[in-house]
């Protein structure tokens, strides 16, 4: 096992809880969403608009397929889960961690954030809808499911970093 990834719905807090692993099981952090806002050099609503969702989706199977073989801790965009593809090429380079989050959460988090095209484009009806669509692939991408309801951040990183120590080999 070399990598780590993290998946969930947007909001949910895989970019704030993979910065607090690093220290906790010294490997190096990424986020997808930046990584790949630095290689196209545009940011995510750009390239949502240039490309498309379709174009997106396949600019993150593409990182997932080229990122370098190395220990890490990868925090996933929150749509990645929904290519089988992905769903593969993560579990089998990796351990997955899906923290699931009530929608409640979500929505008080992301709401008013520009730099979420998903969340520009939809009403808090139809977020809802594809968050209750979305949960059936982000348990299937996974190895573990992560209950953050009422946790902080600080909680959620400390129990995914143990269960990283015990497994790495
Ligand atoms: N359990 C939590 N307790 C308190 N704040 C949290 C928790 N989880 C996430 N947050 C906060 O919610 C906001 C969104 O979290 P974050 O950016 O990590 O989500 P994400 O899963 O990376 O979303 P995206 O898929 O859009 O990149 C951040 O400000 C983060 O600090
Ligand atoms: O849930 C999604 O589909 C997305 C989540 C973000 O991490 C970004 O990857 C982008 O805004 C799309
Ligand atoms: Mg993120």
Redesign the pocket.
Same mark, same amino acid.
């Given at each position: 096992m070399k990598k780590v990834y =993290?998946v %969930?719905?947007? %909001?949910? $807090?895989?970019? @704030?809880? %993979?910065k607090r692993l690093t220290p906790l099981v010294n490997m190096p952090f990424y !986020?997808m !969403?930046a990584e790949i806002v630095k290689m196209i050099g545009m940011t995510i609503p750009q390239i949502f608009e240039t490309y498309g969702e379709e174009g997106f989706r396949d600019i993150e199977t593409e990182f997932l397929k080229t990122f370098p073989d190395e220990y890490c801790i990868i @925090?996933t %965009? $929150?749509g990645v889960p929904m290519r089988a593809e992905n769903r593969e090429l993560m579990k089998s380079s990796g351990l997955v961690f899906y =923290?699931n989050?009530t929608f409640r959460?979500i929505w008080r988090?992301?709401s008013t954030?520009p730099n979420?095209p998903i969340v520009q484009k939809s009403t808090r009806e139809e977020l809802e809808i594809l968050f209750n669509k979305r949960k059936a692939y982000y348990m299937e991408s996974a190895h573990f499911k992560v209950e953050?309801t009422n946790?902080? =951040?600080h909680e959620?990183s400390q129990y995914v970093a143990f269960q990283i120590n015990r497994l790495k080999g």
């Open positions: =993290l %969930g719905f947007m %909001g949910s $807090g895989k970019s @704030a809880v %993979g !986020d !969403d @925090a %965009g $929150g =923290l989050s959460d988090r992301v954030d979420r953050t946790r902080s =951040l959620i």
